[in-house]
T-cell receptor, first 114, second 116 residues
Framework: AQSVTQPDIHITVSEGASLELRCNYS??????LFWYVQSPGQGLQLLLK??????LVQGIKGFEAEFKRSQSSFNLRKPSVHWSDAAEYFC????????????FGRGTSLIVHP | DTAVSQTPKYLVTQMGNDKSIKCEQN?????MYWYKQDSKKFLKIMFS???????INETVPNRFSPKSPDKAHLNLHINSLELGDSAVYFC???????????????FGSGTRLTVV
């Protein structure tokens, strides 16, 4: 079965600074990878996803993520953070076996200082 | 024009009561899900329906019963509510094709259930 780890529970950045949120997965083959964002009191919104092909994936809201098979990672990045990016971010991994239902990480809370 | 809508948004009830949460999607998706998010934000799949048929039924107490009258609606009925049922319940939908869950979900805004 697949698993996903988000090592950072909280990340604090200043507005305008760059951001990288870490995600590591465990799965024997090429996984399907996702990043979701959850604003307070809201549901999750899909930022981007990776299935195959180009390992650098562009998403909405200026986010991108890079799949690195050698490191089993799918880190989320943004060059310049805005105060409105403060939210909970979830990485998810789905596997081409069984039900494909994605497994979600525990989330990283992003705090943005003015 | 909400894509996935859940009602109610908040639900406070006493132990032992029976309650329902409703979900509707207007995206034309063929698969719908219920997820439970606990106080530590952990998301766990509960059920999934594809074209009104139950396809995923995780280890959930049988006090929880989903029902899908058509592929645009998925309701969740909970009997004999317990304190541990307090959580945020999310409905989600997706268009599956050959990869269940593989194309990403559209989530509703959640129902915060508090059992007192």
């Amino acid at each position: 079965a697949q698993s996903v780890t988000q090592p950072d529970i909280h990340i604090t950045v200043s507005e305008g600074a760059s951001l990288e949120l870490r995600c590591n997965y465990s799965y024997g083959a090429t996984p399907y990878l996702f990043w979701y964002v959850q604003s307070p009191g809201q549901g999750l919104q899909l930022l981007l996803k990776y299935f195959s092909g180009d390992t650098l994936v562009q998403g909405i809201k200026g986010f991108e993520a890079e799949f690195k098979r050698s490191q089993s990672s799918f880190n989320l990045r943004k060059p310049s953070v805005h105060w409105s990016d403060a939210a909970e971010y979830f990485c998810a991994v789905g596997a081409a076996g069984g039900s494909y239902i994605p497994t979600f990480g525990r989330g990283t809370s992003l705090i943005v200082h003015p | 024009d909400t894509a996935v809508s859940q009602t109610p948004k908040y639900l406070v009830t006493q132990m032992g009561n029976d309650k329902s949460i409703k979900c509707e999607q207007n995206l034309g998706h063929d698969t719908m899900y219920w997820y439970k998010q606990d106080s530590k934000k952990f998301l766990k799949i509960m059920f999934s329906y594809n074209n009104k048929e139950l396809i995923i039924n995780e280890t959930v107490p049988n006090r929880f019963s989903p029902k899908s009258p058509d592929k645009a609606h998925l309701n969740l009925h909970i009997n004999s509510l317990e304190l541990g049922d307090s959580a945020v319940y999310f409905c989600a939908s997706s268009q599956e094709g050959t990869v269940l869950g593989g194309y990403g979900y559209t989530f509703g805004s959640g129902t915060r259930l508090t059992v007192v």
